[in-house]
């Protein structure tokens, strides 16, 4: 489409704005502006689509206009929830807990989203201030909801926010009724939005919630023993200006630590972020300042949760007492190996245990879960699919589950949450730096023992980015040629194993195919080498970029190795980026 034709449909839509009674003065004051400008820019990116409601809810910059998250694209999403939640449960009581987090007009989103649901005859459970994800989840399964509402962006930019839909489980709303909902979000017009809520419906909630949560959370731990041997371990956290603040320094002190330091400066509350470029736990900068307070007082664990508090990020001292961070492959494979390693000592196994990783997460972990003869499941990128495992295999009675979570940072130590969970995450992580220091050692050390153990293993991740429609089309194009061309060897080693998540089929070296057991199909390419080398590509469903994630294995005798392997496994990544042709 012209340019120019773009600009006169995005004027048709925001006349339509100026001209309607339902939307309220300062918004039709903003898209005026917009209107009247002579950069049109801000117009086309506010109205040229519809803010799309995916399988996992909305997300998007804040501001006026259909492509933006305000009270009438929430209220939309809302209503289009509330419908199909009266048409699931007629002639039920029908319940709903609503959450949110620090970000910039989250607290009016979350109360536009009681109303909205409580207009429709529905119950609402509101909290009283920003909570951290996982509270929600637990907040559902606590009242019987039928679902949720958590109005988050979680580590995006300052100028995001976003609204995630849960179902009775806890977890994100998988199929069938992520279609269903989404199909009637489609079908509301504002005209249809009900925005006056009823009182009556709605019900605040907190401390009572925090209390529960609190006491579920220190059930978790496994060892109280040695935290009260080492309840001067001394912690930095930081909340990154988020929900985190709320719990975690408490539970924390609940869980027996008496020497907690928190980053000041970002137990600040704030949408605007103020001391860090992105919020995000995952990236060096963000912990620039918990560093400087961890070097400043020789402490020994750094640890920060996002802005809705669901992710954690770490750092320790090396075997030279530099600061390096810990990955989100090590995350993962720390806390499961800690949980399996010490419910064995403690007693605490029953035979019937079972985790579960996502499938771009490192192997590694299954290696451990072998050894110890732990049932190991792979699922899908994100936590409602671990959920999933949990419903399959604990709910019904059958096995229990002891820890899950995947590379992107995030962990869940319990079923009594469905998603990602940064309060337990940091308790327990406390809890493994006791364990080690019990012992004379640190964090780092301990993935030094799981290395020399189990093995080494190295992840990176690579993000190829190609933006617009042309983009779109070659990330299309080479998920394709892959599939047409299968790799035979990858950085010199042969490919033994292909698996294909789209058509759910793997392939053997000869070609031979086989089904892969899992509950829907996703476009995932990967790739097992002789040498133990995996590579996984998936583009991504929210950005213009192709991801490919890398893991190089190799046996580790001594922890003096790791340095060199480390150096042989990034000279690797770049012989699997020539062999891919990136």
Not at 167 to 177: E, K, M, Y
Not at 318 to 337: A, H, P, R
Not at 413 to 429: E, G, I, P, T
């Amino acid at each position: 489409m012209e340019n120019q034709d773009l600009i006169k449909q995005c004027e048709v839509v925001a006349k339509e704005w100026l001209a309607s009674s339902v939307y309220d003065a300062t918004t039709q004051a903003e898209v005026k502006a917009m209107l009247e400008a002579e950069d049109k820019t801000l117009l086309i990116e506010s109205f040229y689509q519809t803010l799309e409601f995916g399988t996992g809810g909305l997300r998007g910059i804040m501001g006026a206009g259909c492509n933006r998250m305000n009270i009438y694209t929430v209220g939309g999403a809302t209503q289009g929830l509330a419908n199909y939640l009266n048409k699931q449960f007629a002639g039920q009581e029908i319940k709903v807990a609503v959450g949110h987090d620090c970000r910039n007009n989250s607290r009016l989103f979350a109360e536009t989203t009681a109303n909205v649901l409580s207009a429709n005859g529905i119950k609402v459970y509101l909290f009283e201030d920003m909570r951290p994800t996982p509270e929600v989840s637990f907040a559902i399964r606590h009242f019987g909801c039928q679902s949720g509402v958590m109005v988050t962006a979680s580590h995006n930019p300052k100028e995001y926010n976003g609204y995630k839909a849960y179902w009775s489980d806890g977890a994100q709303v998988t199929a069938p009724h992520d279609q269903g909902i989404i199909d009637e979000v489609n079908k509301v017009k504002v005209e249809d939005i009900k925005f006056t809520g009823n009182p009556a419906l709605i019900e605040i909630i907190g401390k009572d919630v925090d209390e529960l949560y609190l006491t579920a959370v220190k059930s978790l731990s496994i060892d109280p023993a040695c935290i009260q041997r080492q309840k001067d371990l001394k912690i930095v956290y930081t909340p990154i200006h988020g929900t985190g603040m709320m719990l975690i320094p408490e539970s924390l002190r609940r869980w027996g630590f008496e020497n907690v330091h928190t980053v000041e400066e970002q137990m600040v509350r704030s949408g605007d972020f103020p001391t860090v470029v992105s919020p995000n736990p995952e990236n060096a900068e963000a912990l620039t300042m918990a560093l400087a307070l961890a070097k400043k007082i020789d402490a020994d664990i750094v640890m920060a949760s996002d802005p809705d508090a669901d992710r954690v990020g770490m750092a320790c001292k090396d075997s030279k007492g530099e600061w390096v961070l810990i990955d989100g492959n090590q995350t993962c494979m720390i806390f499961l190996y800690y949980i399996i390693k010490n419910r064995i000592a403690q007693g605490q196994m029953q035979g019937n245990e079972f985790i579960v990783k996502t499938i771009v997460t490192t192997e590694l972990i299954k290696t451990i879960a072998d050894a110890n003869k732990v049932t190991m499941f792979d699922c899908f990128t994100g936590f409602k699919w671990i959920a999933r495992e949990i419903v399959n295999h604990e709910d019904n009675g059958t096995l229990k589950y002891i820890g899950g979570g995947e590379e992107s940072y995030g962990f869940m130590a319990q079923s009594f949450v469905r998603d990602k969970d940064s309060v337990s995450a940091c308790s327990l992580l406390a809890e493994i730096c006791a364990w080690a220091k019990d012992q004379g050692k640190t964090l780092y050390d301990v993935v030094m023992d799981i290395y020399t153990e189990y093995g080494f293993a190295l992840n990176r991740t690579i993000n190829v980015v190609k933006p617009g429609k042309t983009g779109a089309d070659a990330i299309k194009a080479m998920m394709v040629n892959f599939r047409e061309h299968r790799p035979t060897e990858i950085a010199g080693s042969p490919v033994v194993l292909t698996k294909d998540f789209l058509s759910l089929e793997a392939f053997d070296a000869d070609g031979k195919a086989t089904k892969l057991d899992m509950p829907a199909t996703s476009n995932v390419l990967q790739w097992y080498t002789a040498d133990g080398t995996k590579v996984s590509v998936r583009p991504s469903g929210t950005e213009p970029k192709i991801k490919f994630y890398y893991e190089v294995r190799a046996e580790m005798k001594q922890a003096a190795d790791y340095d060199r392997l480390c150096a042989e496994a990034n000279e690797k990544f770049d012989a699997i980026s020539v062999s891919l042709g990136l």
